[in-house]
């Protein structure tokens, strides 16, 4: 069956970097956009990154931009997320999707609907 399996979170202090990695298996990664969402205590869950099938056209929300970097290695059926400059609000549950056969990231990639198969998230926290 279809998972997404992701795995580098922990704790990490303000300025910091940490890479997530989100392993794929189930399904033919190279055939899908990925996407990566964020969630903190007492918020809604938001998109924070997408990378297209081609994995040459990225997207990212306002607030990371310039400070992470998605990335995909088909051979290794995983996407990566590189996270620097990392801030005490980017604490936050962080998971990987799916993007649907019919979606793309363009226009969609901060929408919940356009995904169809999520991981169980990995924890990363900011602080001194």
């Known amino acids: 069956q279809v998972q997404l399996v992701e795995s580098g979170g922990g704790l990490v202090q303000p300025g910091g970097a940490l890479r997530l990695s989100c392993a794929a298996s189930?399904?033919?990664?190279?055939?899908?956009?990925i996407g990566w969402f964020r969630q903190a205590p007492g918020k809604e869950r938001e998109g924070v990154s997408c990378?297209?099938?081609?994995?040459?056209?990225?997207y990212y929300a306002d607030s990371v931009k310039g400070r992470f970097a998605i990335s995909r290695d088909n051979s290794k059926n995983t996407v990566y997320l590189q996270m620097t400059g990392l801030k005490p609000e980017d604490t936050a549950n962080y998971y990987c999707?799916?993007?649907?056969?019919?979606?793309?990231?363009?226009?969609?990639?901060?929408?919940?609907?356009?995904?169809?198969?999520w991981g169980q998230g990995t924890q990363v926290t900011v602080s001194s």
């Open positions: 999707a799916r993007v649907r056969e019919n979606y793309g990231c363009s226009g969609n990639f901060r929408r919940e609907i356009a995904y169809d198969y």
């Open positions: 990378i297209s099938i081609s994995g040459v056209t990225t």
């Open positions: 189930g399904f033919s990664l190279p055939y899908y956009a």
